[in-house]
């Protein structure tokens, strides 16, 4: 079937003029941003990239990408008729040249109608009876389509994915709700008391239409808001797609964008507590905000995709392809509403998470401690926990989190604790000065980090202050999201000796510095400000024995196994990334506290949790999500699909309680210095009972405190053993 007809050309016509074709001011803005964020690259980024035939070929294929994540609007002969600039991209920036990107928008717009002329004729079609067997969901793995009647057979195959997960989400849903109407009617036999009405039993051709109806919805949203895409939205693609070729963290900001990035840097964020990103046609999470209300609920979790937004009572919106911005507005809201996400996990499970919208709670987000006992085994230890490496502009008081680790460290040695844990888990870092200021704190002096400017030899970053807060055995606690400064810490207190490092495969592996730039600054002169920000990358980390965080991250003494271990998370997941790379080492030493071989204590802690079934299931579980996450190409058939779900779902119940069990053995006690604070109001105290509650389930937290007992009786029995 064509649908490049004489309309869709005449309707083209129109939108190309009206909202993409650019006025004169647009133009001289454009290229007064491309100019200074060339010159900015050119100047400050870190690793300089060469504009050259291949600069161009990565262009083309990462705008590509952006343009069309799934490959659902572009066919073979547009890409080819683009592909005449694959080498001229480079040629065209340096002369300021717009060619390539205005053709693009031509062409994705003819596409975009295209594509909604498509899906008018698949969304009436017999979804039961059409012929299509399975559907790559991985767009790696996909072609484009050779022509229009290909692509129209993708749209098909995509629809009727959407189809068969409604149905089958829906007749679970109603059949969940039967089986609770019995058991509760069961239950209540015999009570006369008024009951509320409940929802009407639908027949499958009733669901079946209602999926029907619930996907035409969401996709005329859907082409509505592309429809409103405006030529900045591209050109803001576009230059993106400049600057990630460089690495994946620098990128240009509107002025709208900076302001909410500011925002979300200053602990400011209301709704759901979570900050998110656009990865492809969806939303991720990229991170839970310590104290917020997805971080309390626990089911929400970093790399979720978020697939539609429903308002309690209200129909699901479908936010596929939705700009960041406009999720958020959706996804934020007045305190005390409920908000519904339907979330594809990274195993490929479809899920809704109910979320009642609050405050985010600032002091959640703060370092805090408590003492920890397993009776006869060890007893008095200190733990503190550090969500993040905030600085000092964040707190009314003035003190950064350097200092208030530094408080609790003195709260728990007036305790004469025999160890400290510090969790550096889901850190995803923050202030450079103090997490050196925090390193010094276990050590007498010296080197903490290397910082290394493009073409300059690397500075150190030092501890001058030879006190020592805390001299005692000492375990630092990381995960696959504990990154930048979290990596410094945990990495300096491997290569000083100082501490066992516990925790995933290894951490997030990012060790790279980023700092914004004022475009506006580039012109003396310019009646068109603002012009937004660049976030450029200009500094790379180094250990203090001369090895980069980047990329490999920090491997921890003890690996613990989790649900991502089989999965590569983290830097690792991005394109263009920097490579590793390593300097020279600087001379550094303490004399604080003497290590026990961390061989004798890897081998203890993995022959107890190879006897501990909790470990075990993890690693089951581990295995599970990486074969669900690798199986892209999914059955049609809605009998088969329905099994294969079905499947997952019982697998699955196998683990759901995992991480439900409390620690049998494990007292958890709030610092009597602290209760006075905790009890001064309620909300107070119910936010320490579920962070103590968390605790109680911790496993790992179990096992790093059998390690604080094997290190010690190494020692000699010592519980501060010195050299």
């Given at each position: 079937m064509?649908?490049?007809g004489?309309?869709v050309a005449?309707?083209?016509s129109?939108i190309?003029l009206?909202?993409?074709n650019p006025?004169?001011?647009?133009?001289e803005?454009e290229?007064?941003?491309?100019?200074?964020?060339?010159q900015?690259?050119?100047?400050l980024?870190?690793?300089?990239?060469d504009?050259?035939?291949?600069?161009s070929?990565?262009?083309?294929?990462?705008?590509?990408?952006?343009?069309?994540?799934?490959?659902?609007?572009l066919?073979?002969?547009?890409i080819?008729?683009?592909?005449?600039?694959?080498?001229?991209?480079?040629n065209?920036?340096?002369?300021?040249?717009?060619?390539?990107?205005?053709?693009?928008?031509?062409?994705?717009?003819?596409?975009t109608?295209?594509?909604k002329?498509?899906?008018?004729?698949?969304?009436n079609?017999?979804?039961?009876?059409v012929?299509?067997?399975?559907?790559?969901?991985?767009?790696?793995?996909?072609q484009y389509?050779?022509?229009?009647?290909?692509?129209?057979q993708?749209?098909t195959k995509?629809?009727k994915?959407?189809?068969n997960?409604?149905v089958?989400n829906a007749?679970?849903?109603?059949?969940?709700?039967?089986?609770?109407?019995?058991?509760k009617?069961?239950a209540?036999?015999?009570?006369?008391?008024?009951?509320?009405?409940e929802?009407?039993?639908k027949t499958?051709?009733?669901?079946?239409?209602?999926?029907?109806?619930?996907i035409a919805?969401?996709?005329k949203?859907?082409f509505?808001?592309?429809?409103d895409?405006r030529r900045?939205?591209r050109f803001?693609?576009?230059?993106?797609?400049i600057t990630?070729?460089?690495?994946p963290?620098?990128?240009?900001?509107?002025?709208?964008?900076?302001?909410?990035?500011d925002?979300?840097m200053?602990?400011?964020?209301?709704?759901?507590?979570?900050r998110l990103?656009?990865?492809g046609?969806?939303?991720k999470?990229?991170?839970i905000?310590?104290g917020?209300?997805a971080?309390?609920g626990k089911e929400?979790?970093?790399?979720d995709?978020?697939?539609?937004?429903?308002?309690?009572?209200?129909e699901?919106?479908?936010?596929?392809?939705m700009?960041?911005s406009?999720?958020?507005?959706?996804?934020?809201?007045?305190?005390?509403?409920?908000v519904?996400?339907?979330?594809?996990?990274v195993?490929?499970s479809?899920?809704?998470?109910?979320?009642?919208?609050?405050e985010?709670?600032?002091d959640?987000g703060?370092?805090?401690?408590?003492t920890?006992d397993?009776p006869?085994?060890?007893?008095?230890?200190g733990?503190i926990?550090?969500?993040?490496?905030?600085s000092s502009?964040?707190?009314k008081?003035?003190?950064?989190?350097a200092?208030d680790?530094a408080?609790?460290?003195?709260k728990?040695n007036a305790?004469?604790v025999?160890?400290?844990?510090l969790d550096?888990?889901?850190?995803?870092?923050?202030?450079?000065?103090?997490?050196v200021?925090?390193s010094?704190?276990f050590?007498e002096?010296?080197?903490?980090?290397?910082?290394k400017?493009r073409?300059?030899?690397?500075?150190?970053?030092?501890d001058e202050?030879s006190?020592?807060?805390?001299?005692?055995?000492?375990?630092?606690?990381v995960?696959?999201?504990?990154?930048?400064?979290?990596?410094?810490?945990a990495?300096?207190v491997?290569?000083?000796?100082?501490?066992?490092?516990?925790?995933?495969?290894s951490t997030?592996?990012?060790?790279?510095?980023?700092?914004?730039?004022?475009?506006?600054?580039?012109y003396?002169?310019n009646?068109?400000?603002?012009l937004?920000?660049?976030?450029?990358?200009?500094?790379?980390?180094f250990?203090?024995n001369g090895?980069s965080?980047?990329l490999?991250?920090?491997?921890?003494?003890?690996?613990f196994?989790d649900n991502?271990h089989y999965i590569?998370?983290g830097?690792?997941?991005?394109?263009h990334?920097m490579?590793?790379?390593?300097?020279?080492p600087?001379?550094?030493?303490?004399d604080?506290y003497?290590l026990p071989?961390?061989e004798?204590l890897r081998e203890?802690?993995?022959q107890?949790?190879?006897?501990?079934e909790?470990?075990?299931?993890?690693?089951?579980?581990?295995?599970?999500?990486k074969e669900n996450?690798?199986m892209t190409?999914?059955?049609?058939?809605y009998?088969?699909y329905?099994?294969l779900i079905?499947?997952?779902?019982?697998?699955a119940?196998?683990?759901a309680d995992l991480?439900?069990e409390?620690?049998?053995?494990?007292?958890?006690?709030?610092?009597?210095?602290?209760?006075?604070?905790?009890?001064?109001?309620?909300s107070r105290?119910?936010r320490?009972e579920d962070?103590?509650?968390?605790?109680?389930?911790?496993?790992y937290?179990?096992?790093?405190?059998y390690?604080l007992?094997?290190m010690?009786?190494?020692?000699?029995?010592?519980?501060a053993?010195k050299?």
């Open positions: 064509k649908w490049k004489i309309l005449a309707m083209l129109s190309v009206w909202s993409f006025g004169q001011e647009e133009q803005k290229q007064l941003i491309l100019n200074a964020v060339l900015y690259l050119e100047a980024h870190f690793l300089p990239q504009l050259n035939d291949d600069f070929s990565q262009v083309f294929d990462e705008y590509l990408l952006a343009l069309d994540p799934s490959k659902r609007f066919i073979q002969s547009e080819d008729e683009l592909n005449v600039y694959r080498s001229q991209i480079d065209q920036i340096k002369l300021r040249n717009f060619d390539f990107f205005d053709s693009s928008i031509v062409i994705i717009n003819e596409a109608t295209r594509a002329n498509i899906f008018d004729v698949v969304i079609k017999d979804l039961d009876a012929d299509v067997q399975s559907v790559e969901m991985d767009r790696k793995k996909r389509s050779a022509d229009d009647t290909e692509l129209e993708l749209w995509l629809i994915y959407d189809y997960n409604r089958k007749i679970d849903e109603q059949e969940s709700r039967q089986e609770k109407s019995e058991k009617a069961m209540d036999s015999g009570d006369t008391s008024e009951e509320k009405e929802e009407p039993i499958i051709e009733e669901i079946k239409a209602d999926a029907k109806e619930k919805d969401s996709y949203e859907w509505k808001r592309l429809d895409s900045s939205d803001e693609a576009y230059i993106n797609s990630h070729i460089f690495d963290h620098t990128d240009f900001y509107n002025p709208k964008e900076k302001t909410d990035f925002i979300r200053g602990g400011k964020l209301e709704g759901i507590g979570a990103q656009t990865s046609d969806f939303t999470v990229s991170t905000i310590p917020g209300p971080y309390k929400l979790e970093v790399d995709l978020i697939t539609a937004v429903t308002q309690k009572g209200g699901p919106l479908d936010i596929t392809g700009r960041i406009d999720v958020v507005t959706h996804i934020r809201g007045k305190k005390g509403t409920i519904i996400l339907t979330v594809k996990k195993d490929g479809i899920v809704d998470i109910e979320i009642e919208r609050d985010v709670i600032i959640e703060f370092a805090r401690s408590l920890l397993i006869d085994v060890v007893e008095n230890v733990y926990k550090l969500p993040k490496f905030y502009f964040e707190k008081n003035g003190n950064s989190c200092k680790v408080e609790e460290i003195a728990l305790l004469n025999n160890a400290i844990i550096l888990r889901n850190n995803g870092g923050g202030s450079l000065t103090d997490v200021e925090m010094g704190l050590i002096d010296g080197p903490i980090v290397q910082v400017p073409d300059k030899p690397a500075y150190v970053y030092e202050d006190a020592v807060q805390y001299d005692g055995p000492l375990i630092v606690m995960n696959q999201f504990s990154a930048s400064a979290s990596e410094i810490l990495a300096a491997q290569d000083y000796d100082r501490a066992i490092v516990v925790g995933s495969t997030f592996g990012k060790g790279t510095v980023q700092r914004f730039v004022d475009l506006d600054r580039a003396k002169q009646d068109l400000k603002p937004g920000q660049l976030k450029i990358t200009m500094q790379k980390f250990r203090v090895g965080t980047q490999e991250g920090v491997t921890p003494d003890i690996i196994p991502y590569e998370t830097e690792k997941d991005y394109e990334v490579e590793w790379t390593e300097i020279s600087v001379p550094y030493s303490q604080v003497k071989a961390r004798v203890k802690s993995e107890r949790m190879g006897q501990k909790n470990f075990q299931l993890v690693l089951e579980n581990a295995k599970r999500l996450r690798d190409e999914y059955p049609l058939s009998e088969t329905s099994t079905d499947n997952r779902e019982t697998e119940e196998k683990y991480f439900d409390k620690i049998a053995d494990l007292k958890i006690h709030n610092l009597a210095v602290d209760q006075e604070y905790i009890n001064s109001d309620e105290q119910a320490n962070w103590i509650e968390g605790v109680s389930k911790d496993f937290l179990e096992e790093t405190m390690i007992k094997d010690i009786v190494a020692n000699n029995g010592e519980l053993a050299k």
